[in-house]
């Protein structure tokens, strides 16, 4: 998923809806009573939201690795150099497993 909204086209895709649900909302905000900062909220939860949500993938694809390893280096010995460095791949892509233009900070 994260190296698909994160080829050129798609990112700009991504920050396109992200950016019209944001007009959408400055809308809200100019006519409606009571809808002041709704724009600035819709900031503060995306990025929050984004980010959360990449930690988690990251967490969790990391978490899997190690059961795998911990299973098939043990189950299966004879093949644990080549399981073990499909893992490590698998492993070093971890840090880019962010969405265009929300870093983890």
Do not use: C
Not at 25 to 43: H, I, P, Q, R, Y
Not at 64 to 85: D, W
């Amino acid at each position: 998923m994260f190296t698909y909204l994160n080829r050129p086209e798609m990112a700009v895709n991504f920050h396109t809806v992200i950016a019209n649900i944001r007009a959408q909302l400055v809308l809200f905000e100019a006519n409606t009573v009571g809808g002041a900062g709704l724009a600035d909220k819709w900031d503060e939860f995306i990025r929050a939201y984004l980010q959360e949500v990449a930690r988690y993938s990251q967490t969790y694809v990391s978490d899997r690795i190690s059961q795998a390893t911990f299973y098939y280096v043990r189950t299966f010995p004879a093949n644990a150099q080549q399981v073990y460095l499909a893992l490590a791949d698998i492993a070093a892509d971890i840090p880019t497993m962010q969405f265009p233009g929300y870093p983890l900070t």
